[in-house]
Nanobody
Framework: QVQLVESGGGTVQAGGSLKLSCLVSGLTLRMSSMAWFRQAPGKERELVASSRWLVGTTAYGDSVKSRFLIFRENEKNTGWLQMNNLNPEDTDVYYC????????????????WGQGTQVTVSS
């Protein structure tokens, strides 16, 4: 059974940083694809960052490029999202997601979801 468990959300002031983690079990992260999405109430779930670890490719949404970084820690089978220079528009529930093989370009490519973690950025 595959499980993804996020942690690291919280409240931070504008300009600050947070690092989210996604502990994965039942799936070898370095052989898979992983992504981070975010969603505000009443809005579509937005792809923030994705990586197809096996081939070494990563991609970022336009609104987070140069501020966010997706990476993994093989020994802990954990994915991370480092978020820098946060602004109030980054306030959302953040979800990690994975697929064993498929490149992730949208939520339709996801097979496994985490439960989400709240990120709040105050002005």
């Amino acid at each position: 059974q595959v499980q993804l468990v996020e942690s690291g959300g919280g409240t931070v002031q504008a300009g600050g940083s947070l690092k989210l983690s996604c502990l994965v079990s039942g799936l070898t992260l370095r052989m898979s694809s992983m992504a981070w999405f975010r969603q505000a109430p009443g809005k579509e779930r937005e792809l923030v960052a994705s990586s197809r670890w096996l081939v070494g490719t990563t991609a970022y949404g336009d609104s987070v490029k140069s501020r966010f970084l997706i990476f993994r820690e093989n020994e802990k089978n954990t994915g991370w999202l480092q978020m820098n220079n946060l602004n109030p528009e980054d306030t959302d529930v953040y979800y990690c997601a994975a697929h064993p093989t498929r490149e992730i370009r949208s939520r339709e490519d996801i097979q496994f979801w985490g439960q989400g973690t709240q990120v709040t950025v105050s002005s």
